[in-house]
């Protein structure tokens, strides 16, 4: 089974700064998704970002970037330029290319000092 | 407002009753997708619904049962509900099964207590 790993329950970053946000799955799949979610107080899922791995160009919107690192597994969100909208729950998740489910991981708080 | 439609959004009920989640897709997808998220944690994905059919489960409990209707609207049904069944619901829609590279587009949620 998929599982998804976010191994920092919380960040925090000054305002204008960067952060990164670690995220590792175990998969036995060769074609698959990865994507970002973000969460903010109000709870709603907002999609952040997304890659196929059968890309080794790291996808980029606007201020955020990952680094996918397929044979390692791993799929980091960089945040650039933090704003105090940011702060939210950030959740890495993955999904099989012909599957449906969406596997996420435990969630990542991040706080944003002005 | 991102197109789907998640009611009511707030639910608190008893232990042992039975209540009835609600949730209309985008205006287009064919899937829908109920996840449950407990406090502080990630969502689970409980069942995936195409075009009507069943197609996937998850770590649904058997109190619990869903179903899409020909409208595509889809009723997540729970009972006998216990304590530890408070959380937020979720439900997403895509466009179909398999989509390449898309993410799902999520409601925002009804938050059940259970009290």
């Known amino acids: 089974a998929q599982t998804v790993t976010q191994s920092q329950p919380e960040m925090s970053v000054q305002e204008a700064e960067t952060v990164t946000l670690s995220c590792t799955y175990d998969?036995?799949?060769?074609?698959?998704?990865l994507f970002w979610y973000k969460q903010p107080p109000s709870r709603q899922m907002i999609l952040v970002i997304r890659q196929e791995a059968y890309k080794q160009q790291n996808a980029t919107e606007n201020r955020f970037s990952v680094n996918f690192q397929k044979a390692a597994k791993s799929f980091s969100l960089k945040i650039s330029d933090s704003q105090l909208g940011d702060a939210a729950m950030y959740f890495c998740a993955y999904r099989k290319a012909a599957g449906n489910k969406l596997t996420f991981g435990g969630g990542t708080r991040v706080l944003v000092k002005p | 407002d991102s197109g789907v439609t998640q009611t009511p959004k707030h639910l608190i009920t008893a232990t042992g009753q039975r209540v009835t989640l609600r949730c209309s897709p985008r205006?287009?997808?064919?899937?829908v997708y109920w996840y449950q998220q407990s406090l502080d944690q990630g969502l689970q994905f409980l069942i995936h619904?195409?075009?009507?059919?069943?197609?996937a489960k998850g770590n649904i409990l058997e109190r619990f049962s869903a179903q899409q209707f020909p409208d595509l609207h889809s009723e997540l049904n729970l009972s006998s509900l216990e304590l530890g069944d408070s959380a937020l619901y979720f439900c997403a829609s895509s466009v179909g099964v398999g989509s390449p590279n898309y993410g799902y587009t999520f409601g925002s949620g009804t938050r059940l207590t259970v009290v």
């Open positions: 998969t036995s799949e060769s074609d698959y998704y």
């Open positions: 619904y195409y075009n009507g059919e069943e197609r």
């Open positions: 205006s287009g997808d064919l899937s």
